[in-house]
């Protein structure tokens, strides 16, 4: 088969190619893939610590996990975009906010990538911000208590992909949306109008440097393309943001043959320096957007949701010198810019070879308007005149490309099931190593920065198969790790993951582990129902809600016998965990509760809702082995019939009520 530099697969070529023995896509020789002193280079002995912290997506779990690498140990699950029965997040009062949107709570969703927060491109330990991808939202993640605490919607999107990657300086997140829609009239058109009304958005959140919060600075109306992946420009490009993009067919139907009729779709360069310029010049116009904007607060222990209303939309037809189109071909999927921000990589799926371009040659063709046309109405730059190089036979099915510190770069292959090693500045392939089975992405330890560390690289595979024991139908994903510190990739280690990881990364664990929350100070707790003492426990109606102002310590709850709890009523246990020192969270638990538990961390508040649907005496209890008598650290409660005229009372140790010092006690 004869593959030159312009002659790009067509699928059937594609298909026929992957059928022959040049590359099988299910590698053999395991073993032999294996290096003889893996052990010792994974091994972190007991009571020592990793070296990095890998943050990694879990896909359609919708949640986060951390690793720590080399030894492939799993140590947090962090739940953001999905309720977590665990913890309570989602199920509570006061993180039931975080998963509002405008569509009312959505307690799932799809989350494919990380971006962990820099400081001129290097990671300054700060945030993690990850994408959901089916109702649009960007999330943050707090690495100080390793909790989401912030989520905004992405209005004028349609499947958030192309997200949550950042600027240099964290100075925004983006979202480019992966579906085009109708977005501004009418949206009730028929389908088959894709070309006349679907348009696409690309979004520029900004962070707050002090805070982090995040805010909708201004959207971009794009053509009706579909938006894959994404990455800012480094250093000299550092005003640049690069989108990848497929279906420039602007197909709406069976978009695995008419998506892939051209030989080339695009990477879409925005100027977003510009963009925030036109922005502040008012070229924009506010557009209605109904979009939720979700804050957890650390000293009140609750978030709050609040209801967005428009938004600042840039028509490009304002903003001249904005967005550029590079050719790429065949699909692209990836995008990615190596640490000096000279090169773009582009990743093909159906492509036969990996193009890099060049940013000086980008800036030069812009300069010089050496077009190849128009897409849109927007100047399509001439692909010979910003290329830089070719990776000539890669592999097949390109997927995402990492960098490490020597001036290599990985790039992973779904279909061949490889990670391909290369050289940035003369393109040519250095080395090829096996993955087990159809890597998606891969992550070098700090790859995306300016700085990568290198040494280490982990593969996120699709396909597990044979890889673990045998668990029915349904298998744990699988990953591997690489040493990467050679001039030879090595395999080390073979690990599962939990959900389906898409990208992931990785940050020195002194970075963060410093830094890292211990407990919550009870004095600063500003939760309006905290309890801070065993004497302030009481219990309050009001209508028919009750407030249990609840305190846990080693080893009870105060106070463990309520009585005077009717028929229908809505009770709240807001229990406040007194405790502070580390790692004695208390949890809580009520027989039949239609929710999950709460855990709850020292110097901590949460709340558990709980509908009075039977008369009888419920018990709770603690949920965590907190002391050796927590198996006793548990109470009842008293409902009575709707009618009845018991009064409310409380008590811990004693069999009286407690003395009268709430007023609405018994106060009939
Ligand atoms: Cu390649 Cu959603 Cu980043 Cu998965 S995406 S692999
Ligand atoms: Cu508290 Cu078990």
């Known amino acids: 088969m004869n593959i030159t530099s312009r002659n790009f697969l067509t699928t059937a070529a594609l298909a026929a190619f992957t059928a022959g023995t040049m590359y099988s896509c299910k590698p053999k020789n395991t073993s032999a893939a294996v290096s003889g002193d893996a052990a010792a280079k994974v091994y972190v002995a007991p009571g020592k610590y990793d070296e990095f912290y890998n943050f990694v997506s879990g896909g359609f779990n919708g949640q986060m996990m951390v690793y720590g690498i080399p ?11 999905s309720q977590h029965p665990e ?36 990671h300054d330990g700060r945030w993690v911000f990850a994408n959901g991808n089916n109702s649009p939202r960007i999330a943050r993640v707090d690495m ?70 995040m805010n909708i600075a201004f959207q971009i109306l794009t053509p009706g393309v579909n938006f894959d992946l994404s990455r800012a420009g480094k250093g000299k490009s550092h005003d640049w943001f690069f989108f990848s993009c497929y279906n420039s067919e602007k197909a709406n139907t069976l978009l695995e043959v008419n998506a892939s009729a051209k030989d080339k779709d695009f990477i879409m ?51 001249p010198d904005m967005i550029y ?92 099931s490889e990670i391909v090693k290369w050289n940035v500045k003369d393109v040519k392939v250095l080395d090829r190593v096996p993955t087990y089975y159809s890597i998606g992405h891969l992550s070098v330890m700090g790859g995306p920065t300016r700085k990568p560390y290198g040494k280490y690289m982990v593969a996120y595979n699709k396909i597990t198969k044979d890889r673990y024991l045998p668990t029915g139908p349904e298998l744990a994903q699988s990953a591997q790790l690489y040493d990467i510190s050679g001039d030879k990739m090595k395999m080390i280690l073979d690990f599962p993951t939990v959900g389906e990881p898409h990208y992931a990364e990785a940050i020195p664990a002194d970075k963060i582990s410093k830094n890292s929350v211990k407990i919550y100070k009870i004095e600063e707790n500003e939760h309006p129902y905290a309890t801070k003492g065993e004497a302030q426990t009481k219990v309050e109606r009001k209508g028919n809600q009750v407030h249990v102002y609840m305190t846990a310590i080693r080893s009870h709850l105060t106070p463990d016998n309520i009585e005077g709890i009717k028929l229908g009523d809505e009770v709240y246990f807001h229990v406040t965990n007194l405790e502070q020192d580390w790692d004695v969270p208390h949890g809580f638990a009520i027989k039949h509760a239609n929710n999950a538990e709460i855990l709850i961390m020292p110097g901590e508040t949460q709340t558990l809702k709980y509908i009075a649907d039977r008369v009888g005496v419920i018990p709770y209890y603690c949920t965590d082995f907190c002391s050796a008598l927590h198996q006793e650290m548990q109470g009842y409660m008293r409902v009575s019939p709707a009618g009845s005229n018991v009064p409310l009372t409380f008590s811990t140790g004693t069999n009286l009520p407690a003395p009268q010092t709430s007023t609405s006690v018994s106060k009939k």
Request: aromatic share 10%.
């Open 71 to 81: 030894s492939g140990r799993l140590l947090r699950i962090i739940p953001v975009f």
């Open 325 to 416: 189109f590079i050719p790429c071909p065949k699909s692209p999927h990836g995008t990615d810019v190596d640490p000096t921000g000279e090169y773009i990589v582009g990743s093909g799926k159906l492509a036969a070879l990996i193009p890099v371009f060049s940013f000086t040659k980008m800036q030069q063709a812009i300069a010089n308007k050496t077009f190849d046309g128009t897409y849109d109405g927007f100047p399509v730059l001439k692909y010979e005149a910003v290329l830089h190089g070719e990776v000539q036979k890669p592999g097949l099915g390109p997927l995402h490309t990492e960098f490490d510190n020597e001036g290599n770069a990985y790039t992973s292959m779904f279909v061949s």
């Open 144 to 213: 100080k208590t390793f909790r989401t605490e912030e989520i905004i919607e992405i209005p004028n999107s349609a499947g958030n992909h192309s997200s949550p990657f950042i600027t240099e300086n964290t100075e925004y997140t983006i979202a480019g949306t992966r579906f085009s829609v109708p977005i501004q009239g009418n949206p009730d058109v028929p389908i088959n109008t894709y070309k006349e009304n679907f348009k696409g958005t690309v979004s520029f959140v900004k962070v707050d440097s002090i805070t982090g919060r």
């Open 269 to 319: 360069a925005v100027n977003w320096k510009k963009a925030e310029q036109y922005a502040k010049e008012g070229k924009g116009k506010k557009v209605p957007a109904q979009y939720a904007h979700n804050v957890y607060n650390d000293k009140t222990h609750t978030a709050t949701s609040t209801i967005e209303k428009d938004v600042l939309l840039l028509d490009p037809k304002d903003c």
């Open 87 to 122: 913890n309570g997040y989602g199920f509570s009062e006061e993180t039931k906010p975080m998963l509002n949107t405008s569509h009312g709570f959505v307690p799932w969703d799809d989350l494919h990538h990380i971006a962990l927060s820099t400081t001129n491109g290097e």
